[in-house]
């Protein structure tokens, strides 16, 4: 069964610690992200990934940075947690879309993050 | 830039009536994707049914269609024969041009609560 892996389904962490949230797919997929959910606001992009070492910013990237050294795994990091960084955050990968194909995500069963 | 816009908060609906979910987007390509993700309490997301804006029929997948109305910019998710399983959050989402085609825009989520 293919699947996308979070290594932590609940993380408790103290502000200011680095923190890493760790993503693995074994779909080959070409393409990962991280997005964050909150209550009412949906999910964000954070960052994603494109191809080994490449990353883009998403939508609210401050405060986060990423890695991707394998293309099977992609790395969150939050260099100086803060408390509004609590949040739920899920990865998901997806194979390259061309214009006229699916394009639809695989997501990780998420990690639930708490910054106190 | 595409936006997703679910205006219901929240949906009740008794167990074996049918539920439909709004979705309206905005955007100014011609080529996109529309998706419905269902988000049970556990939080892992899971894709539920896709449309291509250049299909002219409307998408089913078992219980689930998607009620395209391209010239309104809607996709609504109906839900036929509601069980109690059915309980769980539920996003849209779509990709385009605008969003460099590889990522998703997802709206803020749709709360269905299955009564007996």
């Known amino acids: 069964d293919v699947k996308v892996t979070q290594s932590s389904r609940y993380l408790v962490k103290r502000t200011g610690e680095k923190v890493f949230l760790e993503c693995v797919q074994d779909?080959?997929?070409?393409?990962m992200f991280w997005y964050r959910q909150d209550p009412g606001l949906g999910l964000r992009l954070i960052y994603f990934?494109?191809?080994?070492?490449?990353?883009e910013k998403g939508d609210i990237p401050e405060g986060y940075s990423v890695s991707r050294e394998k293309k099977e795994r992609f790395s969150l990091i939050l260099e100086s947690a803060s408390t509004n960084q609590t949040s739920m955050y899920l990865c998901?990968?997806?194979?390259?879309?061309?214009?006229?194909?699916?394009?639809?995500?695989?997501f990780g069963s998420g990690t639930r993050l708490t910054v106190v | 830039a595409q936006k997703i816009t679910q205006t219901q908060p929240g949906m009740f609906v008794q167990e074996k009536e049918a539920v439909t979910l709004d979705c309206t987007y905005d955007?100014?390509?011609?080529?996109?994707?529309l998706f419905w993700y269902k988000q049970p309490s556990s939080g892992e997301m899971i894709f539920l049914i896709y449309?291509?804006?250049?299909?002219?029929q409307n998408a089913t997948e078992g219980r689930y269609s998607l009620n395209f109305q391209k010239a309104r910019k809607s996709a609504n998710l109906v839900i036929s024969a509601s069980q109690l399983g059915d309980s769980a959050m539920y996003f849209c989402?779509?990709?385009?041009?605008?969003?460099?085609?590889?990522?998703?825009?997802f709206g803020t989520g749709t709360r269905l609560l299955v009564s007996p």
């Open positions: 998901a990968s997806s194979l390259l879309a061309a214009m006229d194909s699916f394009g639809g995500y695989t």
């Open positions: 779909m080959d997929h070409e393409n």
């Open positions: 990934s494109y191809d080994v070492k490449m990353k």
């Open positions: 989402a779509m990709r385009g041009l605008n969003t460099g085609f590889q990522k998703l825009v």
């Open positions: 955007t100014s390509d011609q080529s996109y994707g």
């Open positions: 449309q291509g804006s250049y299909d002219e």
